[in-house]
């Protein structure tokens, strides 16, 4: 079993930055891929930002440009750094761990860009 750590949700006005976190409880060897997804109220989890274990990206397009994800191998830990936040973010962001025998969600961190 794989726990997932998120860290560095919260408040920021239009504009704003935050630098989401995500730790992996144990060590893991092999890695299919990291990511970002969010969740706003009444809508469906959608993807956010991906990175395989090669450092491959993907992201989408409502946040090309503005957010940018990247990884710690040695820790286990994947980042979403957020730039140019707009209120139609907010939401709440969750990590995902893709394993060759399981995927893992972390807790889900909230996420609000308000003035």
């Known amino acids: 079993q794989v726990q997932l750590v998120e860290s560095g949700g919260g408040l920021v006005q239009p504009g704003g930055s935050l630098r989401l976190s995500c730790a992996a409880s144990?060590?893991?060897?092999?890695?299919?891929?990291m990511g970002w997804y969010r969740q706003a109220p009444g809508k469906q989890r959608d993807l956010v930002a991906t990175?395989?274990?090669?450092?491959?990206?993907n992201y989408a397009d409502s946040v090309k440009g503005r957010f940018t994800i990247s990884r710690d191998n040695a820790k286990n830990t994947v980042y979403l750094q957020m730039n140019s936040l707009k209120p139609e973010d907010t939401a709440v962001y969750y990590c995902?761990?893709?394993?060759?025998?399981?995927?893992?969600w972390g807790q889900g961190t909230q996420v609000t860009v308000s003035s």
């Open positions: 995902k761990l893709d394993l060759p025998s399981a995927n893992y």
């Open positions: 144990r060590n893991i060897f092999t890695i299919n891929a």
């Open positions: 990175i395989t274990s090669r450092g491959n990206t």
